[in-house]
């Protein structure tokens, strides 16, 4: 016998804490739901960026998701006054990540949600990281599906709605999963 029952269980307990040690930060999801509009009132779940932004200290019950216009958020926005005080849904490409959560920190607003532009992806997150510059952002930046990204934003335009209405961060923890409103279109 080569290692004891104690040395087996250092090894699985180190080797499982090893990413937590290391700083890596695995499956961190923050949550949000839509309230109004109601066809797309669902729970979405999104991921924080990796090395940059700041963290939420306040929980909102009633804040506007407003779509940033440009979508891609990479230099002056024509609907920058409706961002202050709001948080942004601006879409990936064009601009580093890091690059839009500036934008919309300068616009004043409490945090940004970027969406994948690929409209069909339901499944798969990208990791936010820090870009080149040695720049610094302050608000909140989280990921979200382009499939969630994509489906808020045609149901504000199908309701000629300017903003939706969320609630962030949510507590899943606390509703049981036959009450969790989640998106049909994505899988949980």
């Known amino acids: 016998m080569l290692f004891s029952t104690g040395s087996w269980l250092c090894l699985v307990l180190c080797l499982c804490a090893w990413p937590l040690v290391d700083g890596?930060?695995?499956?961190?999801?923050?949550?949000?739901?839509?309230?109004?509009?109601?066809?797309?009132?669902?729970?979405?779940?999104?991921?924080?960026?990796?090395?940059f932004g700041g963290v939420f200290n306040t929980r909102y019950e009633q804040i506007h998701l407003v779509p940033a216009d440009p979508p891609e958020a990479c230099g002056e926005l024509n609907n920058g006054v409706f961002i202050q005080d709001q948080i942004a849904l601006v879409e990936r490409g064009?601009?580093?990540?890091?690059?839009?959560t500036r934008v919309i920190q300068e616009h004043g607003g409490r945090a940004v949600i970027i969406a994948d532009n690929?409209?069909?992806?339901?499944?798969?997150?990208?990791?936010?990281?820090?870009?080149?510059?040695r720049l610094t952002a302050d608000i909140p930046a989280l990921f979200l599906l382009g499939r969630d990204g994509y489906?808020?934003?045609?149901?504000?335009?199908?309701?000629?709605?300017?903003?939706?209405?969320?609630?962030?961060?949510?507590?899943?923890?606390?509703?049981?999963?036959?009450?969790?409103?989640?998106?049909?279109?994505t899988f949980w």
């Open 151 to 185: 489906m808020i934003r045609r149901s504000l335009e199908q309701h000629g709605l300017p903003w939706a209405i969320i609630s962030i961060p949510v507590n899943v923890t606390s509703i049981p999963a036959y009450e969790m409103m989640q998106p049909p279109w």
């Open 94 to 100: 064009g601009c580093s990540f890091l690059s839009k």
């Open 118 to 133: 690929a409209y069909d992806n339901d499944s798969f997150y990208v990791e936010m990281i820090q870009d080149s510059t």
């Open 24 to 51: 890596l930060r695995v499956h961190e999801y923050l949550y949000f739901q839509v309230l109004s509009p109601g066809d797309i009132r669902y729970i979405f779940t999104a991921t924080p960026a990796k090395d």
